[in-house]
């Protein structure tokens, strides 16, 4: 299986930049937790890398099977708990126009199981998908 290297590198004292194959991401702390607030946090980018792997994959298989979407959008909320700080559960909504609309609950249970941080986290926290119409 191929292997894929991001790496994260200090920008001050409390930022620091991920790259991966030539993208970069800010990663930073609120002011409020000392930081600068340049970015979001990485549990934040954590939830952020779950639904951007989830839509590039609901695209690909609407785009696959020539059914029209239009106004597509993942809402994801991770409830966290304390010690240690973790996601305890992650919900994702999904919203979209989809033409046939039947195809909707296809595209997002085809786009889940091809989802690689959807298949990952599933087997560490309560990660729940849902298609919202």
Do not use: W
């Not at 991966?20 to 990485?42: C, N, S, T, Y």
């Not at 954590?46 to 059914?67: E, K, P, Q, V």
């Not at 240690?84 to 609309?101: K, L, N, Q, S």
């Amino acid at each position: 299986m191929p292997t894929i290297l991001a790496t994260v590198t200090q920008l001050d004292h409390s930022a620091s930049q991920g790259e991966v194959r030539g993208h970069r991401l800010i990663i930073d702390r609120p002011e409020a937790k000392g930081g600068q607030d340049k970015g979001p946090m990485g549990g934040e980018a954590l939830l952020l890398g779950l639904g951007g792997c989830f839509m590039s994959n609901l695209l690909a298989a609407a785009l696959a099977r020539d059914i029209r979407l239009r106004d597509a959008r993942a809402e994801i909320e991770g409830d966290l708990a304390d010690a240690p700080p973790r996601y305890t559960a992650i919900r994702m909504r999904v919203h979209a126009t989809c033409e046939p609309a039947a195809e909707l609950p296809r595209l997002v249970k085809i786009a889940e199981r091809g989802c690689i941080v959807a298949n990952t986290l599933r087997a560490a926290v309560d990660l729940t998908v849902e298609c919202i119409d």
